[in-house]
């Protein structure tokens, strides 16, 4: 059974606003680089109904003890979204997958607005797919999603500050 988080924020900024942040391409590289990434690839297609994403770089990981021997510290990461509007609001799909790690983290975000600007929401599950320490290592990836999705909501705010 996989392993579930929500992480939210609110940002001051209205839902527009954050959604044109996080759909701009040179914003995404600056805030993938200033996380230490490398190799940073991305493709933003403007779509009908909202904007797909791809987000491709080369990131280290501090991995959880239990599999330092068996995977690579520094892994390729793709990252596919997909924003679609609803009136004021904003809901996406996405994954994350790490090559040479069997598993992945799959999940929904919103951007909707709020009396303080907007605010967002993010549910994820990580499934990781190795025999008798699943568990752990699905709750170690998924602490370290959120702790990244804090750390990329900060540095979205400080964005949309100016």
């Known amino acids: 059974m ?69 995977v690579k510290p520094t892994n390729r990461a793709v990252e596919t979204t997909t924003w679609r509007r609803q009136g004021d609001s904003w809901h996406a799909d996405y994954s994350l997958e790490v090559a040479g790690l069997p598993g992945k983290v799959s999940g929904q975000s919103t951007l909707a607005p709020s009396a303080q600007g907007t605010h967002y929401s993010s549910t994820f599950e990580v499934t990781a797919k190795w025999p008798l320490v699943a568990k752990k290592i699905e709750s170690a990836i998924a602490d370290g999603f959120t702790e990244q999705l804090a750390i990329n909501a900060e540095r979205n705010a400080q964005a949309l500050k100016g």
């Open 2 to 70: 996989p392993t579930s988080r929500t992480f939210t924020f609110d940002y001051s900024a209205d839902p527009q606003s954050v959604a044109a942040l996080l759909h701009d391409p040179a914003f995404l590289r600056k805030r993938c680089e200033a996380a230490g990434d490398k190799n940073v690839e991305i493709h933003v297609e403007a779509r009908a109904d909202g904007v797909h994403m791809t987000v491709a770089r080369e990131r280290t990981m501090d991995l959880p003890a239990i599999v330092r021997g068996i």
